[in-house]
């Protein structure tokens, strides 16, 4: 993974609206008063979020921040509908997280390549007036006007998807470790804080092991989860792994006094981490002050019931044998914890059908609500038969009620959405 590591996009999507209907009658030879004809408009198009296997940051969203698909096309005359809307598909990479970023509702949580979630839906067709034929209306001059699509701004946060998460103090090893067992090439140094930014290698053992993915994270030190050196604003990446790989520096004088540091970070962080299975490994054994704390290292790790294993990742010693231990726990571990149940996506909210009555100061009085506006937008206000309709609309929903006891005069203005009435 090159480059600056971006993990959270804020980006604001917007549906398309529907096309409107139209009002229009039959004309043909012969047929003096033909029936309505008019048809609806398109469907606008809907904005889908995509998991694509091949990326791994969030940093195209942070150059490109709105995304809005196409109107649906008007309805026209002969009974035809408009063209749908085209619906785009806004690329993420696996461990995308999708919140909505006003409420904070988690909308869904995207891991299977090419998944897909709707996070805004294109607005109805409006209908044209041949929808409104009915036996007491033969010949209807009403049509809709599409509806408004959808438009919301989504939290995207990426927490990669792990199966091991390489966890220690700067210097340990990790990126080193990481280097030899997957193609991966992450930044190695003698200083700590090398590694800025998380990185994920596959681990491919042999054919009777399923390959499993890694992730190499910056170091972590005491008081990393009150936002201390870097490592707090990684751990989010290995809360989704299913086992961690606790290195301890081989030149560290104090590598059990590490071992707690870390640990009580973890705890720190999220009760679950620290829960996690742990294989803890002291590396650099090629060195001979690595091998000599190694029998201490290895009792007390065991005595505390951790397994305990020694490699050097510049001679190869243990690794292996290190590889083949991961493997065999990780067929036994559940699979990787979702985060959350996702809420459930739909289009009309129970608290969208509520609305509210203001008053301004200038005296114009205020209906908001989601559902209300919605019919406002659709109607279109040329047609005497659609202003009917919307009256009977507003007053079955209780608006007309609402206004007059909250003390609406005639002459009063009313405004719904973008559209002013005069209060009669
Ligand atoms: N002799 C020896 N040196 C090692 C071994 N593994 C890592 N090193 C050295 O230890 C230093 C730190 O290694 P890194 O892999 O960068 O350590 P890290 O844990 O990723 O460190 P941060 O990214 O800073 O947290 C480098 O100089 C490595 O060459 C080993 O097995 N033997
Ligand atoms: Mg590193």
Do not use: C
């Amino acid at each position: 993974m090159k480059g600056t590591f971006y993990d959270e996009a804020r980006i604001f999507v917007q549906a398309g609206k529907g096309g409107d209907g139209v009002v229009a009658f039959r004309r043909e030879k012969y047929v003096p008063r033909g029936g309505p004809a008019g048809g609806s408009g398109g469907r606008g198009g809907h904005v889908y979020l995509r998991v694509n296997p091949q990326m791994n940051t969030l940093s195209h969203l942070h150059h490109r921040t709105h995304f809005r698909a196409q109107n649906g096309r008007h309805g026209s005359g002969n009974n035809k509908t408009g063209a749908s809307g085209k619906d785009i598909y806004i690329d993420v990479p696996p461990g995308t997280v999708v919140r909505d970023d006003e409420t904070g509702d988690l909308l869904g949580d995207l891991v299977e390549p090419g998944q897909t979630l709707l996070v805004a839906r294109g607005g109805r067709g409006g209908r044209g007036n041949a929808a409104f034929k009915s036996p007491t209306n033969r010949a209807p001059r009403i049509a809709e006007r599409g509806e408004p699509g959808e438009a919301r701004w989504l939290r995207l946060e990426l927490k990669l998807l792990a199966d091991v998460g390489l966890i220690g103090k700067p210097n340990a090893g990790k990126s080193t470790l990481l280097s030899v067992i997957s193609r991966a090439r992450p930044k190695i140094a003698d200083y700590p804080f090398t590694t800025l930014s998380p990185n994920l290698g596959v681990v491919e053992l042999d054919d009777q092991h399923p390959p499993f993915v890694v992730a190499d994270i910056p170091g972590l030190i005491e008081g990393a989860h009150e936002g201390r050196g870097l490592g707090d604003q990684f751990l989010r990446h290995v809360e989704r792994t299913r086992l961690l790989i606790h290195l301890l520096d081989g030149l560290s004088p104090h590598p059990l006094e590490d071992f707690e540091a870390i640990n009580a970070e973890l705890a720190a962080y999220s009760p679950a981490l620290a829960d996690r299975p742990q294989i803890v490994v002291l590396t650099k054994m090629d060195l001979p002050e690595a091998r000599e704390r190694w029998p201490a290292v290895k009792a007390e790790i065991e005595r505390q019931g951790y397994p305990a294993m020694a490699i050097s990742a510049v001679t190869g010693e243990g690794v292996r044998a290190l590889l083949y231990a991961v493997a065999h726990a990780l067929a036994k571990l559940p699979p990787p914890p979702a985060v959350e149940t996702p809420k459930v996506y739909r289009p009309l909210e129970e608290d969208e059908r509520t609305f509210t009555v203001e008053q301004e100061p200038d005296g114009t009085w205020i209906v908001h609500g989601v559902e209300v506006e919605r019919l406002v937008a659709m109607t279109n206000f040329n047609l005497d038969e659609g202003v009917a309709r919307l009256q009977r609309q507003l007053a079955a929903r209780g608006v007309l009620d609402a206004l007059q006891a909250a003390g609406v005069r005639p002459g009063d203005t009313v405004r719904i959405g973008e559209v002013e009435f005069e209060w009669r």
